[in-house]
């Protein structure tokens, strides 16, 4: 991003303080009567009370979430920070509108706005295009009231699943975890929303899967599996916003980690957008991390590292840093760094413009003054987001095990079983607002509609019977309800077990952020009422609605079915009734392996030979169901997987193709993915690797090619001296219906000399499909 003689001309003119006062944010809400915003007291940090009186007359950088805080009508909002925005306009000589951000981690996070499938989900879907779409609607429905930046995506990847943010996460493999994040990138910003890339970097590989804990990774593993989505999202996504980790890495805290956010992001991959601080970090350096002595210290450490911007409030940017510049302890020429690059996104967005309104579009017709003659003007959540909701949530729910129960065709009588079946917030992640925010509200309405599982399978075979009992709840640990459990159970002609996860925060819930898992057992005593249905004989289809796979004992081979959804959000219910019924065909996969036993934590498919069973262990890590894996109601049969070349020069690349056809007699999606193996390297490889995938609609009897056209450069890898190689030898190359199951394989050789590649190496392969023979 350059900055203009606008810029430099603001730089030139401003006081210290004005500086100091784009450079951070304050926390807000806005005001259900459509008055002014006020500031939100947080529980962390050890922050001051906050006066926007006193506060703005030098400026502001930041809004933080002013529809994200408490429940309030949308135009309401919308009247509120129009008017703030005012407000710091007039207060200040520079007359510059402060940025306002919000979460949109599954949906804008507002009363009353759609709530999307958690990132989980997209990755399950494998359909980039879907969630790019998603997110342009999300950014759409965000800069209608007047927000500019989004807190989101995620591109964390899974290495321990215990970890409560695992539902944030978009799988456990860097190619899906770029290529999807990317796509939601591209979505967000094609709406005019500056797209944040977080947690950057190595959040989720804290130890024992405990949030914030810290990371102990090595530099191959950083730059093999943690590093590339963050890349490809940088390259082809083009976000103008990174957040920083809250874990140190390797002993050095991100928010003080210049070789990360300056050399790195900055200066190797031309990332020229702003870094803003996750919420407190940079107060966090001296509270938690311990490496910094004053307020000051931490201020000057994390300006020094690249971070533009403190959210969510006013902290160590304020006074203590006024202090140390102005008595020559910090350089103002890191102020006037991180200024430069806030003033120009401002510019890009308008914000320094004469003529710029604070009327956001959505009010552009309306009458301002009269507030009240505008509650429930504005819609967040139309018919149009409710159908791309389901559609997200169709191509994400994933048929994990089918003894050919599966569709149901109108039983008598549905036993529904269990805690998840009644209950709207079991479709929600924590960052969803009912859960994030109502749930804090008692008395006030979910603002959305969402119908429980229960609910739609009611509407969906209106002529069975269809009972519902708890048996227990989510983490209770109640087992008296069982009995009456399996009395149902054996007096019905088919279970749904409606189990899986709560959604919170810090330990409020049993997914989420600070919701970590001690085990993958199911929580509670889940899996003992799952045991217990099991016995009374009925065939029992278990309905998973969780934030994380769980290890699920006896149902991996002796239940009817299995059908995971990760937090689908509000259209979860029904689309999940489809799949049950076969009105949908499902075709998502999983993102994430469900672990075949609760205990073999940090694991996940993507690792080398010693990673896999062996002799010298007792401990089989082994999956029950492996990432990728996915079934469907039609067969699918595929050819040989054959590659136009039996060499290829490191510098060059080679085309890989199969076909597919639908066996079938109706029509589905299959997900063909493409898995690297390098069987001999400098440093042990992943036995599997997935560099590459597309769906494939087909009507039945229908067939197509799918072909990969796979440069050199995805071979590549961080070798003994850690630089990037693509070195001469075998390479093989497999066509999988999951990373577990591979239908078939080619070698090819890879000859020349061996070549070091950087970040300017191709990323992704290209993949076309040719219907026909």
């Known amino acids: 991003m350059t900055h203009s003689a606008r810029v430099d001309e603001l730089v030139d003119a401003m006081t210290l303080e004005e500086k100091i006062a784009q450079l951070y944010g304050v926390w807000v809400g806005g005001s259900d009567d459509g008055g002014d915003v006020a500031p939100h007291q947080h529980d962390f940090g050890g922050e001051i009370a906050i006066e926007l009186d006193e506060l703005l007359p030098t400026g502001l950088g930041q809004l933080t979430r002013p529809f994200g805080t408490r429940p309030i009508d949308a135009a309401m909002g919308a009247v509120s920070l129009a008017r703030t925005q005012e407000r710091i306009r007039a207060a200040s000589r520079h007359g510059i509108p402060a940025l306002a951000h919000e979460e949109c981690l599954a949906g804008f996070a507002a009363w009353g706005a759609t709530a999307y499938p ?82 950057f970097a190595g959040y989720s590989a804290s130890r024992g899967g405990r949030n914030l804990a810290p990371v102990s990774i090595g530099p191959r593993e950083l730059a093999d599996v943690i590093l590339p989505p963050f890349e490809l999202a940088v390259r082809e996504g083009r976000p103008r916003s990174v957040m920083n980790s809250y874990t140190d890495l390797d002993g050095v805290p991100t928010a003080a980690d210049r070789a990360l956010l300056t050399e790195l992001l900055r200066e190797t991959w031309g990332f020229d957008g702003t870094v803003v601080a996750d919420y407190f970090s940079v107060a966090f350096l001296k509270l938690l991390h311990g490496v910094a002595d004053s307020w000051a210290d931490a201020a000057g450490q994390a300006l020094a590292a690249g971070i533009d911007v403190e959210l969510p409030t006013v902290h160590t940017f304020g006074e203590p840093l006024r202090r140390a510049v102005a008595d020559g302890v910090i350089d103002i020429a890191l102020i006037d760094t991180a200024l430069r690059r806030v003033l120009a996104q401002k510019e890009e967005l308008g914000l320094l413009d004469p003529s710029w309104s604070p009327v956001p579009p959505a009010l552009a017709d309306a009458d301002p003054s009269q507030p009240e003659a505008l509650r429930g003007l504005i819609d967040l959540d139309p018919d149009r987001n409710r159908a791309l909701a389901r559609r997200v949530a169709e ?68 002529t069975s019977r269809v009972t519902h009992v708890h048996g227990t709840s989510v983490d209770g640990g109640e087992v008296d309800g069982i009995p009456e459990a399996v009395d149902l159970a054996a007096a019905s002609d088919l279970v749904v077990l409606a189990l899986g996860d709560r959604a919170g925060l810090f330990g409020r819930g049993t997914s989420g952020e600070g919701c970590d898992a001690e085990s993958l057992d199911l929580p509670g005593a889940q899996q003992q009422l799952v045991d217990a249905v099991l016995d009374a004989g009925t065939p029992a289809v278990l309905v998973l609605l969780t934030g994380r796979p769980y290890a699920l004992g006896r149902a991996t081979t002796e239940s009817a079915g299995i059908v995971q959804a990760f937090f689908a959000g509000e259209e979860g219910g029904p689309a999940m009734a489809g799949v049950l019924s076969g009105r949908v065909n499902p075709s998502g996969r999983l993102p994430v392996s469900i672990p075949a036993t609760s205990g073999s934590q940090p694991t996940t498919y993507l690792s080398s030979a010693l990673g896999q069973r062996t002799e010298v262990s007792n401990i089989d890590p082994t999956a029950a169901f492996p990432f990728g894996h996915g079934l469907s109601y039609t067969d699918f049969s595929w050819s040989q997987l054959v590659t136009d070349a039996a060499e290829v020069a490191t510098s060059g690349a080679v085309s890989a193709s199969l076909r597919v056809r639908n066996a079938g007699d109706r029509a589905g999606v299959d997900v063909v993915q493409l898995y690297l193996h390098d069987p001999v390297a400098q440093v042990p490889r992943p036995v599997r690797q997935l560099v590459g995938y597309r769906r494939v609609a087909l009507a039945a009897g229908e067939e197509a090619t799918v072909r990969f056209e796979v440069p050199a450069d995805l071979f590549s890898y961080t070798g003994r001296d850690l630089r990037r190689i693509v070195e001469p030898g075998e390479i093989v190359l497999s066509a999988g219906r999951s990373s577990g199951d591979v239908a078939s394989s080619v070698s090819v050789r890879v000859t020349g000399p061996m070549r070091t590649v950087d970040h300017t190496r191709a990323l992704v392969p290209s993949v076309t499909v040719v219907r026909g023979r």
Not at 163 to 184: K, M, N, Q, S
Request: proline fraction near 8%.
């Open 118 to 199: 958690v990132p989980l989900s997209w990755g399950a879907t494998f359909d980039p295009g879907l969630i790019a779409e998603m997110a342009a609607r999300i950014g759409a429905d965000m800069r209608s009231v007047g927000i500019h930046q989004g807190l989101a995506p995620v591109l964390d990847v899974v290495r321990d699943a215990r970890w409560g943010r695992v539902e944030e996460t978009i799988g456990e493999d860097p190619h899906l975890v770029g290529t999807i994040g990317t796509a939601y990138v591209q979505g967000l910003e094609s709406a005019g929303i500056i797209a944040t890339l977080k947690h």
């Open 395 to 462: 191509e994400a729910i994933v048929l994990v095990r089918n003894d050919g129960t599966l569709p149901i065709t109108a039983p008598g009588s549905i036993a529904v079983i269990g805690p998840n079946a009644d209950d709207p917030y079991a479709m929600l992640g924590c960052y969803s607002f009912p859960t994030h925010v109502v749930s804090r509200h008692p008395g006030v309405e979910l603002g959305i509609r969402i119908p429980t599982l229960l609910e739609a399978l009611r509407a969906e075979f209106p």
